[in-house]
C-alpha cells in the first residue's frame, strides 16, 4: 500500500478487519518488519490520540519514529508556488517535502482543512504534494476531507460491539462552537457505506456532506426519527460543507442546541451505543451522563487507533 486515504485503499475490507483482530490479540507479532525502517509524523495541527497511537503502532512493528510539529520549532513553510517569498515564510512545501521524505521510509502527515478554498481543500492540495514529492509511502492522519485511521478503527470497534449482524448506524451532528472539520464525518460515510451496516445521517438543512462521502447513505433531518431504533450514535460536529451554498463554506450555520445527544435523545434506540472520535465538548455535543454511560464507547474506540496504525503501518512496511 503506498498510499492509505480511503476506505478502497486497504482492499477488502472483511480481510482487513481480519487482520487487525489478529493484530490485537498479539500486537509485537510482527515486530520484524519495521526493524531498521524510519517512520515520519508530520503535524500541521494539534493532535493527542492520533499522535501517540500512530506512534505506538509504529514500535509495535519495531520501527524507528521520528515526529514533527511543524509549527513548533521548524521553519514556516510557503504552500503556494509562483509566489515571491517575501513574507514570514521562510521555507518553500517544495523543498521540504523531498527533505523530509529523504530522512524516513513511510510518511504521515496531518493537515486540516484551511477553509480558505473549498476547492483547495477538496483537491486535498497539501497532501497530494507530500504523494507527488516525497518518493515515500504516505498515509493520512486527517487531512483536509478524510479521516481513514479514525473511521477504520470506528469500524473495528463497531465489528467488537455489534448484536446484530446488519446494525442500524447513525451519524449525527451535533452543535459545537467552533467552525470543525468535515473530515471525520466524511470518512465515517465512506467507510460505513462500504461496511455490511444500515446507514443514516442526520444533520440541520445546510449540512449536507459532500456526495462522494454520503453515496447511496439515507440523509434523515428529523434527529429524533434517525435515532429510533440505532444500534450505534455516532455523533460529531462539522461546518457546513457548501455543497448547497459554496459561499456558506466552513460557517458555522447553527448551534441548536436541541441537538447535543442526550438521554432522552438515546432513550427511543436501540439501547444504543455512543460513539465519538475524542476529542469531544462535553455538554455541547454529548451530555455528561451519556458519554459517561455503560454505552459509552469512546475510550474502546480510541484505544482502536493504536490496532488501525498498526493494520495500515503493516501493510506499507510489506509494500516496501
Ligand atoms: C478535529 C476535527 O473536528 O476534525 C479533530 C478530530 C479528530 N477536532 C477539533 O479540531 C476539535
Ligand atoms: N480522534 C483524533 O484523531 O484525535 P486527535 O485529534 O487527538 O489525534
Keep these: 500500500m503506498r498510499v492509505f486515504q480511503n476506505v478502497s485503499d486497504l482492499g477488502d475490507l472483511n480481510l482487513a478487519l481480519k487482520e487487525a483482530f489478529e493484530i490485537k490479540k498479539d500486537r509485537f507479532q510482527f515486530q520484524h518488519l519495521g526493524k531498521n525502517k524510519t517512520a515520519l509524523l508530520i503535524f500541521f495541527n494539534n493532535s493527542l490520540r492520533t499522535r501517540l497511537s500512530t506512534q505506538k503502532a509504529a514500535m509495535n512493528l519495531g520501527m524507528n519514529v521520528i515526529v514533527l510539529d511543524v509549527n513548533q520549532g521548524a521553519w514556516k513553510l510557503e504552500t503556494e ?3 515571491i517569498m517575501d513574507s514570514d515564510k521562510s521555507e518553500h512545501l517544495l523543498e521540504a517535502i523531498p527533505v523530509m521524505g529523504s530522512y524516513c521510509d513511510i510518511i504521515g502527515v496531518r493537515s486540516f482543512a484551511t477553509f480558505e478554498s473549498r476547492k483547495d481543500d477538496y483537491e486535498e492540495k497539501i497532501l497530494n504534494q507530500f504523494i507527488k514529492y516525497s518518493g515515500k509511502p504516505v498515509f493520512f492522519m486527517e487531512s483536509a476531507t478524510v479521516h481513514p485511521l479514525q473511521s477504520f478503527a470506528d469500524l473495528i ?18 452543535p459545537h462552537p467552533k467552525a470543525l472539520p468535515q473530515a471525520v464525518p466524511n470518512s465515517f460515510a465512506q467507510w460505513m457505506n462500504a461496511a455490511d451496516v444500515d446507514f443514516v445521517i442526520t ?6 456532506l459532500d456526495p462522494m462521502f454520503v453515496g447511496d447513505a439515507k440523509v434523515e433531518y428529523d434527529q429524533m426519527k434517525a435515532f429510533e431504533g440505532a444500534d450505534f450514535i455516532y455523533a460529531k460536529n462539522w461546518s457546513c460543507p457548501g455543497v448547497t451554498r459554496p459561499e456558506d463554506y466552513g460557517k458555522v450555520l447553527s448551534k441548536d442546541m436541541s441537538w447535543t445527544v442526550d ?4 432513550a ?3 439501547n444504543a451505543y455512543f460513539m465519538h472520535c475524542l476529542p469531544v465538548r462535553r455538554n455541547m ?3 455528561d451522563d451519556v458519554i ?13 487507533r493504536e490496532i488501525s496504525a498498526t493494520v495500515v503501518l503493516k501493510r506499507m512496511l510489506e509494500s516496501l
Design 263 to 266: 438521554e432522552a435523545h438515546m
Design 285 to 287: 455535543i454529548v451530555t
Design 81 to 83: 508556488r509562483g509566489v
Design 203 to 208: 444533520h440541520p438543512e445546510g449540512y449536507e
Design 157 to 174: 470497534t463497531i465489528e467488537e460491539y455489534k448484536k446484530t449482524a446488519r446494525p442500524k448506524v447513525v451519524l449525527s451532528w451535533a
Design 268 to 270: 427511543v434506540t436501540n
Design 292 to 304: 459517561e454511560s455503560p454505552q459509552s464507547l469512546v475510550i474502546p474506540e480510541a484505544a482502536n
